[in-house]
């Protein structure tokens, strides 16, 4: 057990989780040390990659992102598709300091030609490319996944009626699927469509929303 001014007394991995929008604010806590604790930083979508270049250059930490639907094309060649020094999450699986991460970004297809957008079939598709990876996790570790990344809320939680802000059912799936401990998202400014923040899904997953941002501590395994 360790003791640290900002947090108090913590057992757990602690993670600074971004999303959407640029905080102000943390341009001035970040020089001050104010989350001089942080092991991680997690990114569920929409922010200028030059913003996660900054959090990650100044709290030396891995950051790993997911790009949101507003984010360039991450299938892109371009390096500006990229964010210098972390890694792209997307359909992806990572082990840091022993913790299980998968990514899925993008969000509900709304317009024909949106970027990072997808219909719900096409969800499932790419969902499904991640089997693999946490089939091996299973195998290797004894558990498929500790935190889904995602920029999209799950369908039916967090997520609401609108066309862009319906949530994406192929996370459900995998959220069944892993049983995977928490669920971290953005893509719903809650703030102004005055949802709940947090909710528990099937009783296994604590389902977060990270917009604009939020200091999570992760009990170890
Ligand atoms: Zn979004």
Request: charged content about 20%; some cysteine; aromatic content about 12%.
């Amino acid at each position: 057990m360790r003791r640290n001014g900002y947090w108090g007394t913590i057992t757990g991995m602690k993670i600074l989780a971004v999303s959407d929008q640029e905080v102000e604010q943390i341009y001035d806590l970040v020089p001050q040390g104010f989350f001089s604790g942080i092991e991680m930083i997690i990114s569920c979508g929409d922010l200028r990659y030059e913003y996660l270049e900054y959090l990650v250059t100044l709290l030396n930490v891995d950051l790993y992102y997911v790009p949101g639907n507003h984010d360039l094309d991450y299938n892109s060649d371009s390096t500006a598709a990229r964010a210098a020094g972390c890694t792209n999450l997307d359909l992806g699986t990572a082990c840091s300091k022993g913790l299980l991460l998968a990514g899925f970004g993008g969000s509900i297809k709304y317009r024909p030609e949106g970027t990072n957008q997808y219909t719900q079939t096409e969800a499932f598709l790419r969902a499904a490319m991640l089997l693999p990876s946490l089939w091996r996790n299973r195998l290797r570790y004894g558990r498929a996944l500790d935190v889904l990344v995602t920029h999209s809320p799950p369908y039916g939680v967090h997520d609401d009626e609108s066309r862009s802000h319906r949530g994406l059912k192929a996370i459900n799936w995998l959220l069944d699927w892993t049983k995977a401990r928490y669920h971290l998202h953005g893509h719903i400014h809650f703030i102004q469509s005055n949802l709940a923040r947090d909710a528990l899904w099937q009783g296994t997953t604590s389902v977060l929303n990270v917009y604009p941002y939020r200091l999570i501590e992760i009990e170890n395994v």
